[in-house]
C-alpha cells in the first residue's frame, strides 16, 4: 500500500474524530465532570423575578441597608440598627456554586440586631447571600457573593 496525501488526509479525519469521541464519551461518564443546574425547578423559579425586583427596589429606599461581616464565630448579617428587632421575619439562605449538598437556608431569628451564621457551618471559598426578610409586613431581599 503506497501512502499518499490521500491516505494521511484519511488517517487525519480518523485520528481526529476518535479525539471528539474520547472526550464526549469521557465527559458523559466520569462523575468528576457531573455538573448540576443552578436550580431544579429552573423555569418555576424564573417566574418570580418580579418579586426580587420589587423586593430590592423596596431594599433601595432603606437608609441602611444589611450589610455582614465575616468574624470569628463566624459570618454575621447585621441588619438596621433603627429597625425594632421583634417585627423582622424572614430566612437566609447561603448557596454554595461548587456544592449544592453544602447549601443551607435557616430562618431570622433575632435577640440582637445582628444574626450570626456559625464558622463550622461554612467552608472557605465562594457563596451567594440571599437575605429575603419582611419588616412590617414589606417585603425586602439583600444579596450579596462573598468569600469566606
Same mark, same amino acid.
Given at each position: 500500500m503506497k501512502f499518499n496525501w490521500g491516505t494521511g488526509i484519511v488517517l487525519a479525519f480518523i485520528g481526529? +474524530? @476518535?479525539f471528539i469521541m474520547y472526550f464526549v464519551i469521557s465527559m458523559n461518564f466520569n462523575k468528576k465532570y457531573n455538573h448540576d443546574l443552578v436550580t431544579e425547578d429552573y423555569y418555576k423559579v424564573e417566574l418570580g423575578y418580579q418579586k426580587d425586583i420589587?423586593?430590592? %427596589? %423596596?431594599a433601595k429606599t432603606l437608609k441602611e441597608n444589611i450589610s455582614y461581616t465575616k468574624t470569628s464565630e463566624g459570618l454575621r448579617i447585621v441588619f438596621p440598627k433603627n429597625f425594632d428587632i421583634k417585627n423582622i421575619t424572614g430566612k437566609v439562605f447561603l448557596y454554595r456554586p461548587s456544592n449544592k449538598q453544602l447549601d443551607f437556608e435557616t430562618p431570622i431569628s433575632l435577640s440582637e440586631n445582628y444574626l450570626l451564621v456559625p464558622d463550622k457551618r461554612l467552608l472557605d471559598g465562594r457563596? #451567594?447571600? &440571599?437575605?429575603?426578610?419582611? *419588616? #412590617?409586613? &414589606?417585603? *425586602? +431581599? *439583600?444579596?450579596? @457573593?462573598i468569600n469566606y
Open positions: 481526529f +474524530i @476518535s420589587d423586593k430590592q %427596589n %423596596n457563596w #451567594n447571600l &440571599t437575605v429575603d426578610w419582611q *419588616y #412590617n409586613g &414589606t417585603p *425586602y +431581599i *439583600y444579596k450579596a @457573593s
